[in-house]
């Protein structure tokens, strides 16, 4: 099947700069398997050492989350689109105590 | 539709002046005059009056949000001019909250602001936050954002979540009353060092503007129970591709602090959860024995000892200011390229501001580095310290 996969801003560094790419994959797992064969610091970013997708970065088929769909299963269709979800910090400023006020 | 938070008894009534203030929204049906003495008796903390927080102080004051609650920590400098638009030039170095308040007080009198300047704690938030209909996540932190979030399951208080990077922003709506929490959205925060922030990873200045709003646009339907709310759902913008994009979030039923069998009862120390180290980076330092003051370092190098400069930002920063003499290892590429460091010989680490090279630190201690220094304070600190004619940003 083919797919697009969206990466998100935070996350582009991590492709040399691409946002949208194009993958052939049966499964979800199959599609970040290649991401991860292409892009060794985004695999990194997504995956802990034993394979499992990170509580941080989450995986979207379409609009929905894979972990209640059928996780690194779930079957894909052609034209499906994935998004990667960063948990993101931003806004602006320090009100927490040790948040990240020393990045000033 | 979420139930609006504001019961329909004993409303406040409008004056003259108030009438006339808000006739813009008397006129919109869903509005009308009962909506705007909901919204008069309504209330609303923003925590962070920075970025998000300056648009949505300024829509909520200009929309007679009836009191408002601010609380940050911070005073007003010159970089957050670029995109903190309740702050002005005048109140350069007077406290955020205080900025903020005489320029809402000045956009609408009929209002009250409260400020709290204050840093959001484990023991302070419960108390905070009880005091509000609405709460509004203008941080820029995961221990705050756990930490509001937590406070706001236990409360039954909705939270307006939005955040921001670069050129992207995700805004929601978090209420486990109606919905999921944003442990349900992401059970953890990613370690510190995969956490680029403002001060270092920059921000369009337009784009906290947008989120801000909307953020601001969902307080309001909340408190007037009007529309669809972002309640169970995420909006990923990107400012530079123009894409909105809207995706699920389910409650999750395993979720630690709003599940069926929740493991989190109580607010936790949310440094400690967030990994955020014990010997913070305040004010860009990595701890004392692990500190070079610009001062020392001017001097051993005049002294011509044999000390090899790593400055850790990113390539685009070295167009700014580049530091004589130091080679280019940014903090994201260090892990990969840690061989090309040797541990016998004496490396100082330097960056903006301190903390990156704290991190980047924390990254080579761990790998068994020990001749290692990092600049406090950062090029900074060398520009007021040793080097006047350095550019500062």
């Known amino acids: 099947m083919a797919v697009t996969v969206r990466i998100p801003g935070p996350l582009r560094r991590l492709t040399q700069g691409e946002g949208e790419l194009q993958v052939e994959a049966q499964t979800v797992g199959e599609a970040l398997a290649i991401l991860r064969q292409r892009y060794p610091q985004l695999g990194q970013r997504l995956f802990d050492g034993e394979g499992q997708l990170k509580p941080f970065v989450n995986v979207y088929l379409d609009d929905e989350d894979i972990r209640f769909l059928q996780e690194l299963d779930t079957p894909l269709t052609d034209g499906a689109v994935l998004t ?21 | ?24 929204h008397l006129l919109i049906p869903e509005v009308g005059l009962k909506g705007q003495r909901k919204l008069k008796a309504g209330s609303v903390l923003i925590v962070g009056t920075g970025g998000l927080g300056s648009p949505a102080s300024l829509y909520l004051a200009a929309a007679g949000v009836g ?3 601010l609380v940050d920590y911070d005073v007003v400098d010159e970089t957050n001019l670029q995109r903190q638009i309740v ?11 205080e900025s903020a308040k005489q320029r809402l007080l000045d956009l609408n009198p009929d209002i009250t602001v ?3 300047n204050t840093i959001l704690t484990s023991e302070n ?4 936050v009880s005091k509000y209909d609405v709460i509004i996540d203008a941080t820029d932190n ?13 409360l039954g208080k909705p939270l307006v979540y939005g955040a921001i990077f670069r050129f992207d922003g995700q805004a929601a709506v978090f209420y486990a009353e109606e919905g999921p929490c944003y442990r349900c959205l992401f059970p953890e925060p990613p370690p510190p060092h995969l956490v680029p922030t403002c001060a270092e990873g920059g921000v369009f200045g337009v784009l906290p503007g947008v989120i801000g709003a909307i953020q601001a646009t969902e307080a309001i339907k909340l408190l007037l129970g009007i529309g669809e709310t972002l309640v169970g759902r995420l909006l990923l913008y990107d400012a530079l591709e123009m894409t909105f994009d809207l995706i699920k979030v389910p409650k999750n039923p395993k ?3 709003c599940g069926p069998e929740p493991e989190i009862t109580e607010l936790i120390d949310y440094e400690a959860f967030c990994g955020v180290p014990a010997h913070d980076h305040l004010e860009g330092s990595a701890g004392a024995q692990w500190d070079i003051t610009p001062k020392e370092l001017a001097e051993r190098l005049a002294r011509g000892d044999k000390i090899r400069l790593i400055d850790v930002r990113e390539p685009h920063e070295l167009e700014i200011v580049r530091f004589p003499g130091a080679e280019n290892i940014p903090l994201s590429q260090l892990p990969e390229r840690l061989h090309e460091l040797d541990s016998t010989e004496e490396i100082v680490l330097i960056c903006h501001r301190g903390s990156r090279s704290a991190r980047a630190l924390d990254l080579l201690t761990a790998a068994g580095f020990r001749k290692v220094k990092n600049l406090r304070g950062g090029l900074q600190a060398w520009a007021e310290e040793v080097d006047p004619t350095m550019v500062v940003y």
Request: hydrophobic fraction near 35%.
């Open chain 2, 87 to 97: 702050h002005g030039t005048s109140t350069v170095g007077v406290p955020k909250v």
């Open chain 2, 114 to 116: 409260e400020t709290y």
């Open chain 1, 84 to 104: 990667l979800v960063p948990a993101m910090s931003g806004g602006d400023e320090k009100v927490a105590k040790n948040g990240r006020e020393g990045e000033r």
């Open chain 2, 125 to 128: 938030a419960m108390e905070i």
């Open chain 2, 142 to 154: 995961f221990p705050t954002r756990y930490l509001l979030n937590d406070a706001c399951v236990f």
């Open chain 2, 67 to 69: 009191r408002i609650g």
């Open chain 2, 255 to 257: 979720c630690k602090v």
């Open chain 2, 1 to 24: 539709m979420t139930r609006g938070l504001i019961p329909e008894e004993n409303l406040p009534m409008l004056t003259q002046e108030e009438i006339l203030r808000y006739s813009r």
